[in-house]
């Protein structure tokens, strides 16, 4: 069964830290990697999407792959309140687009 | 950009009624639609997909006979809660791919929150 794990938290930064959100996946076959944001009641928000090894940057954001380790990070940089969500992690294993989602990480910016 | 419309954003009802939920893509075709459900603090969970002109494909432990799936467009596909129960009571999310954009990205419909009572 494919898993992605992520841990729970809460994770709580002070504003203007760095925030930073793991996550793990078990299928080796994953090729698409996901981050959405989700506010308390709402759908999920597309945050950044990586597919290949390295980093990938987009504004304060950074996504950081490593298909050898299945392991996708997010970081934050100058954290804001307003960055204050679940974090979900999100992964697709072939051409069917199927999202295979974590809990989410819940982050807590604190002004 | 895509935009999944969902409809209707709330909906409360009484036990052994059925509820539709409506998911509409509105500036691109989908040939295939997410269905997902959300219990409180769980994560998203896929239910089935959604294939335009098609039978709808079930995630293991969904009743197909219990949520009915149709995709009769190619831009609107309908998940109707039959006789639904308090354990039905969710938050329902469908997506959609624009495949024009030749991206793998899936769009988020705003969801809509089911409670039975």
């Known amino acids: 069964q494919k898993e992605v794990e992520q841990n729970s938290g809460p994770l709580s930064v002070p504003e203007g830290a760095i925030a930073s959100l793991n996550c793990t996946y078990s299928d080796r076959g994953s090729q698409s990697f996901f981050w959405y944001r989700q506010y308390s009641g709402k759908s999920p928000e597309l945050i950044m999407s990586?597919?290949?090894?390295g980093d990938k940057e987009d504004g304060r954001f950074t996504a950081q792959l490593n298909k050898a380790s299945q392991y996708v990070s997010l970081l934050i940089r100058d954290s804001q309140p307003s960055d204050s969500a679940t974090y979900l992690c999100a992964v697709t294993s072939g051409s069917n687009y199927k999202l295979t989602f974590g809990k989410g990480t819940l982050l807590t910016v604190n002004p | 950009g895509a935009v999944v419309s969902q409809h209707p954003s709330w909906v409360i009802c009484k036990s052994g009624t059925s509820v539709k939920i409506e998911c509409r893509s509105l500036d691109f075709q989908a040939t295939t639609m997410f269905w997902y459900r959300q219990f409180p603090k769980q994560s998203l969970m896929l239910m089935a997909t959604s294939n335009e002109g098609s039978k709808a494909t079930y995630e293991q432990g969904v009743e197909k006979d219990k949520f009915l799936i149709n995709h009769a467009s190619l831009t609107l596909s309908t998940l109707t809660v039959t006789s639904a129960h308090p354990e039905d009571s969710s938050f329902y999310i469908c997506?959609?791919?624009?495949?024009?954009?030749?991206?793998?990205?899936?769009?988020f419909g705003a969801g809509s929150r089911l409670t039975v009572l």
């Open positions: 997506s959609a791919r624009d495949p024009s954009t030749g991206a793998n990205v899936l769009t």
């Open positions: 990586i597919y290949s090894n």
